[in-house]
């Protein structure tokens, strides 16, 4: 969820070298997000939410395959 008074921004998808991979727009209707890592190889990756007041914290993502 998007934070309060917060109506877009996007998610942001880093390899473990920092490079960008993946970028997604949310708007305040967002809850949940499936991808597809089908073009992604294993390993490990970090995510953020960006919006234009603030950035939150990254979280880690494991690849599997």
Do not use: C, H, W
């Not at 109506?7 to 991808?35: A, C, H, M, P």
């Amino acid at each position: 969820m998007l934070p309060n008074g917060i109506n877009q921004g996007e998610i942001v998808f880093y390899d473990i070298q920092g490079k960008e991979i993946k970028r997604f727009k949310v708007d305040k209707t967002f809850n949940s997000l499936l991808i597809s890592t089908a073009d992604i190889p294993a390993g490990t990756y970090f995510y953020q939410l960006q919006t234009d007041a603030q950035n939150s914290g990254g979280k880690k993502m494991v690849v599997i395959k």
